[in-house]
């Protein structure tokens, strides 16, 4: 790193192709049924341009994320990861470690698939939200079949191998009747990390069933009864959003509360070379306030010509200003830093705003009930 201002990458997010084999029905992404493929060749220029960077420290994780990842041929995988082990040798002498990882629905798993993913440590995310009857009402084919049992026979599958692996589970306004039963699947499955999404209203997914009213306490009490549940385990089952959290209460603001909405610390990448920064969200979607959000194209620019661009700046000064405002407005600062710039843009209609649904359910009531268990805890103490 040469200048002290730049935050280095740490998420590098490739979306080899736009489809997906599945049509969830809270996906917010527009072009889904595209089977547009990035091309081999495109590696080079992406991994050149980020080698030649300022952004490179000693270590950052490539995300493959968005359509369906396992979509694409498992020899492209094959053929990427020699690719950027071999350039990542060339400009950097293997110094910077570079993790690879997989956010996919399951349901193509296959043993090729799990040689490849222990031959080079692939992180795995899968996505699955808990119970058959939730999860197949949302999660569906095109042909509108559920998709538990393919996506449980990949888990299978990964488990067979001795293949590690966290779920993230988006929580409907369906979920939140069965805490019990949604703790216990994941025990009774040998699912031990789970991430809790909330059903957000971004991009393409226009309407959330979290909009629906009743659901704040609805959301508050199934949070509290799963809490109390993770903690009989003591704290056996991580839930991704309650060991963060806690983490940022107890010991203050780490490097990750400075993800999103500082620039380049996520860049996205399309099938087509097309990047932008901020939430990897952005990176599909138009807006009538800039046109869209890619800064630029690995084939002509480097990331930091993007930072140059008019679109950038605008971009980034409306961001910043909205983390300002919630500096100057919002108790939950210290733990939030200013929340995800995609929500506030798709949920409040510009990037200088401050709460948002979003926001309310993944940070502010779940401070709420962690602080209240730690405050109780502490009066315990007292009283012994
Ligand atoms: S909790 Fe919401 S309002 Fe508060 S700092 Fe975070 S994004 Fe801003």
Redesign the pocket.
């Known amino acids: 790193m040469q200048d002290a201002n730049i935050v280095p990458v740490k998420l590098f997010i490739i979306q080899p192709t736009p489809f997906c084999n599945l049509d969830c029905d809270y996906c917010y992404l527009p072009n889904r049924q595209s089977k547009a493929q990035m091309s081999l060749d495109l590696l080079e220029p992406i991994f050149k341009n980020l080698f030649h960077s300022q952004l490179i420290d000693h270590e950052f994780t490539v995300i493959w994320h968005a359509g369906e990842p396992l979509s694409m041929p498992v020899a492209f995988y094959h053929a990427a990861f020699q690719i950027i082990n071999n350039l990542n040798q060339d400009f950097n002498q293997n110094r910077c470690t570079i993790y690879q990882s997989i956010q996919t629905n399951g349901t193509l798993i296959n043993q090729d698939w799990c040689d490849l993913i222990k031959s080079y440590q692939v992180q795995m995310g899968i996505s699955l939200d808990g119970l058959d009857f939730i999860h197949d009402a949302h999660r569906k084919t095109r042909k509108g079949l559920g998709t538990h049992a393919s996506t449980m026979r990949g888990i299978s599958l990964l488990k067979a191998n001795n293949i590690d692996f966290r779920v993230i589970a988006v929580l409907t306004k369906d979920s939140l009747d069965y805490p019990e039963e949604m703790f216990n699947f994941f025990m009774e499955n040998g699912i031990k990390k789970v991430g809790f999404n909330i059903d957000e209203k971004i991009g393409a997914h226009e309407s959330s069933s979290f909009e629906t009213l009743g659901i704040e306490e609805r959301y508050r009490n199934f949070m509290v009864r799963f809490y109390e549940l993770v903690k009989s385990t003591n704290w056996d089952l991580k839930v991704r959003e309650f060991e963060k959290l806690k983490s940022k209460i107890c010991y203050g603001i780490s490097k990750e509360i400075k993800e999103q909405f500082t620039p380049f610390i996520i860049i996205s990448i399309d099938y087509q070379g097309n990047f932008s920064t901020f939430s990897p969200e952005l990176l599909s979607m138009k807006s009538s306030t800039y046109g869209d959000f890619i800064l630029g194209n690995v084939k002509h620019d480097t990331f930091e010509s993007a930072c140059e661009t008019d679109r950038f700046q605008r971009i980034n000064q409306d961001i910043q200003a909205g983390v300002d405002l ?1 500096q100057h ?2 108790p ?2 210290s733990v ?4 995800s710039p995609a929500n506030k843009y798709f949920e409040n209609g510009f990037f200088d705003s ?3 649904m979003y ?1 309310r359910y993944s ?2 009531i779940l401070t709420d009930i962690i602080l209240e268990d730690i405050e109780n805890s502490l009066e315990l103490q007292e009283i012994h």
Not at 336 to 339: E, L, Q, S
Request: glycine residues 20%; hydrophobic residues 5%; contains cysteine.
């Open positions: 919630c407005t919002c939950y600062f939030c830093g200013g929340g401050s709460e948002t926001c940070t502010k």
